[in-house]
C-alpha cells in the first residue's frame, strides 16, 4: 500500500476560523449568532445531533471544522418536501448526506419486517422521524432544493448498498444507491481520508465531476470508461465460472482458418529484443498491471435474474476488499456503469487519535432539551478503542462498512477521553459502561508481518483456525486496563461489547484480567449456534471455543470470589441451517439451563455473505457455479417462526408450534412433563412462564450486540446447571 497523505497535514481552508463551535449550527439563527453567512459543507443525517465521536456526523463535521470549513447539520428533516433542506441556505461545497449511523430499513424495521416501536437515535426514540431508504430520500430532496448543488452521500447505508444488493424488505435485488439518489459521488467504509481530501479539492476549484482517484469512493460513468488508456478490464468469471461456460476451442481441431486482410497493408510484428527481468522486476510488473486493472461484476440486470450470478458477484466484492491488493470493481446499470475505487488505507494511529481527541461537547445538541434519547444513553459514559473486526462473521455487516484491519487508538488517547467522561460528562458516577468497540479484544491486533497482510485475500484471520501469521499477544490491552481503572475516581471499568472468545483464550492472563476487574457480574459472548451446519455457514468457531473459555471463565471467577455468568447470544433461522440443527441448539440450551428473554430471527443485511445465501442459496465462500454448494434456506414465516420457538422453548405460546414439529420430526420422545423433555403434552389454560423451584427469576434486561447492524439472541437467565464445573456441563447434540 501506498504511504497515505497525514489526515490532519492540509492547510487550513479558512485560516481565521480556528475556535471550534460549542456545536455545529442546526437552523439559521445559530448560523448568525456565529457571525455565517453560508455554511461550506451541510451535512443531512436521519439522527439526532449528538456532538459525540460515536455518531457519525458528528465526527464527521468536528473532522471537516478542524479542517477549517464551517459545517452545518440538518438532522432528520421532514422529507415531504425540499423546504427542510433550504434552512441553511446553498452550501459553498456540498451536501453530505447519510441515513444515520444504521441502515435506516434495519432502523426501522424488525426481521419480521414489522415496524420497530423504538427509534433509538431518535428523541425519545419516535420511531417515525425517518423516511425508508432514507439515503435516498434526502439526496433527492437535497437536489431538488438546490439543483446545481454538489451532492456526497456515505456512511453505512451507502456503504452496504454501493453496487446492485438483495434487500430483504422488497424481496428483490435493487439497484445501487447511486442511481437512485441522484448524488454525485458516494464514499464507502471509514470514509475520514477521501472526505477530506474530496472537500479540499472542491475548495480548490475542481469540479467534482472530475475527482475519479480517491479510495473508498464510487460514482457513475457512461459504459466503458477507464481512468486511462492504459487500464485493462478482466470479467469476474475469470475468477469464479458461474452458469454456463463456452468451451475453450480445440487446439486439434482441423478447421481452414480465413485468410486476413490484407488491405492495411503488411502485419508482420515488428522485431523487439528480448528483456530479461529480475524477479522483483517481474513482480513489480505485475503489481503495476493488477492496480490498473479493473473487475467487471455481472451486470446489475443479470444478478436481479440469476441468484447464482448474484452470490458469485458477493464473493469477488468480498474477496476485493483488502486494501493492500484490492481492484477496482465495475457494475454497469442500464447503458452507464457503477464505478468502485479499491477500498480506503486504515488510519494510523495518530490519525486516530486526531479523529476522537477533536472537540465534542459530547452531548446532545441543546434543541433537543431533556428529551430522552436511548442511543446516546446508552453509550455516553463508554470508549471506542479502536475501528474494524477481521473475524469475517458472514451475518454481520462491519467488514463490508469497517473492513478487516484494526484501527487502534492510542493508550494516551484513551486514557485522556476517559478522564473527559469523569470531568464533563452530566450523571457520571464513576463506572465507565464500556472499554471497546466491534470486537472487545482485537485491540491493536494485527498481521505480524505487513507484506503478509497486504497480499492476503482469506475472508476471515480467525476461519476455520486462527491465522499463524497474526498475532493474539493481549498484553498491550491489559496494559490499557490497567492503567485506565487507576485513573482517580473511576470505581469500575466493564467491558460490554461483544467478546472474540476463541482468541481470547490464547491469552489466559487476558482472560483472568477480565474476570477479575472488568465483568459487571454478566459478560456477553457470541457462540451464535451450536451445531456445525450452521457454524460453517457464519464462519464462526465450533463449541470447543467456547466451553475451553467457559472453563477459563469459571474458574477466573471463582478465584476471584465472584459470582459471575456467561450471556451468549444465539441466531434463528441462519443460512445453513436445519429444524435439526435448532432442534439440537434448543436440547443444549435446556441442558445448560439457558433461558432466552428475547430472541431475533437471521436479518439478510445488504449486502451480506450471509444475505447472499439467503437469497441465492449458494455459498459464496466457496467458487460459485450452477451445481455448487447448495444452501439450506429458511425464508417461509412459519419456519422461521419455529426456528424462534426453539430457543425460546421454555415459553408456554411456543409449545404447540414446538409439538407439530417434533411430531413431524419424529421425536416426539421429547414432549412429556419430565425434565427430559424439551415441551410438556398440553398448554396450561392460563399462558405464562412456569418457574421451577430453586430457578433463577429472570432478571437481566434487553442488550443489543455493540456496534454491530445485526443483533443476535438477547441476554439469558442462567440457571442452577450455570454454575455446574466444566466436567459436568452436557454437550450439545445428545438426546433429551
Known sequence: MNTPKNLFSYPRYRADYTSPVPYLPMSRAEMDKLGWDSCDVILVTGDAYIDHP????????????????????????????????????????????????MDSM???????????????????????????????????????????????????????????????????????VLPDSKADILLYGNAERA???????????????????????????????????????????????PGRVEPHPDPYEMKTKEPESCASGPTLAAEKPILILSREERQAALKEQRNKTVVRLPAYEAVKDDPVLYAHASRILHLESNPGNARALVQAHGERDVWLNPPPLPLAMDE?????????????????????????????????????????????????????????????????????????????????????????????????????????????CVYPSICSNLNTDHSKLIQLYRKARSIPGIKKILVSSGLRYDLAVRSPEYVKELVTHHVGGLLKIAPEHSEDGPLSKMMKPGMGSYYAFKEMFERFSKEAGKEQYLIPYFIAAHPGTTDEDMLNLAIWLKKNNFQLDQVQTFLPTPMAMATAMYHGRKNPLHKISADSEAV????????????????????????PILREALQRMGRSDLIGNSDRHLVPRYTPPSVGTPTRAGQRPNTVGTATKSRKVFTGAAPVTPGKNARKPFSQVARPGRKG
Open 632 to 655: 439450506e434456506t429458511v425464508r417461509a414465516g412459519k419456519i422461521r417462526r419455529l426456528h424462534k420457538a426453539f430457543l425460546r422453548y421454555h415459553d408456554p405460546e411456543n409449545w
Open 195 to 241: 472526505l477530506v481530501e474530496l472537500t479540499h479539492r472542491l475548495a480548490a476549484g475542481e469540479a467534482i465531476k472530475e475527482i475519479r482517484d480517491l479510495r473508498g469512493t464510487a460514482f457513475m460513468v457512461p459504459s466503458g470508461w477507464k481512468p486511462a488508456t492504459d487500464w485493462a478490464e478482466a470479467n469476474s468469471t475469470r475468477y469464479d465460472t
Open 106 to 176: 434495519i432502523n426501522r424495521y424488525t426481521s419480521d419486517r414489522k415496524i420497530r416501536s423504538e427509534d433509538a437515535y431518535t428523541a425519545n426514540g419516535d420511531p417515525n422521524r425517518r423516511p425508508d431508504r432514507a439515503l435516498v430520500v434526502y439526496a433527492q430532496r437535497a437536489r431538488e432544493a438546490f439543483p446545481d448543488a454538489n451532492i456526497v452521500v456515505g456512511s453505512i447505508e451507502a456503504s452496504l448498498r454501493r453496487i446492485a444488493h438483495y434487500d430483504y424488505w422488497s424481496d428483490k435485488v435493487r439497484r445501487s
Open 352 to 460: 486516530m487519535d486526531g479523529v476522537y481527541d477533536m472537540p465534542y461537547a459530547r452531548a446532545p445538541h441543546p434543541v433537543y432539551g431533556k428529551a430522552r434519547i436511548p442511543a446516546w444513553e446508552m453509550i455516553r459514559f463508554s470508549v471506542n478503542i479502536m475501528r474494524g473486526c477481521f473475524g469475517g462473521c458472514t451475518f454481520c455487516s462491519i467488514t463490508e462498512h469497517e473492513g478487516r484491519i484494526i484501527q487502534s487508538r492510542s493508550e494516551p488517547s484513551i486514557l485522556r477521553e476517559i478522564e473527559l467522561i469523569r470531568d464533563k460528562t452530566k450523571g457520571f458516577t464513576g463506572t465507565i459502561s464500556d472499554l471497546g468497540g466491534p470486537t472487545a479484544n482485537m485491540y491493536r491486533l494485527a498481521c505480524k508481518d505487513k507484506k503478509i497482510e497486504e497480499s492476503c485475500r482469506r475472508l476471515s
Open 54 to 101: 460515536s455518531f457519525g456526523m458528528a465526527l464527521v463535521g468536528r473532522l471537516l471544522e478542524k479542517q477549517g470549513f464551517r459545517v452545518g447539520i440538518i438532522s432528520q428533516p421532514d422529507w415531504h418536501s425540499a423546504d427542510a433542506f433550504r434552512a441553511l441556505g446553498r452550501p459553498n461545497l456540498y451536501f453530505g448526506i447519510t441515513a444515520g449511523n
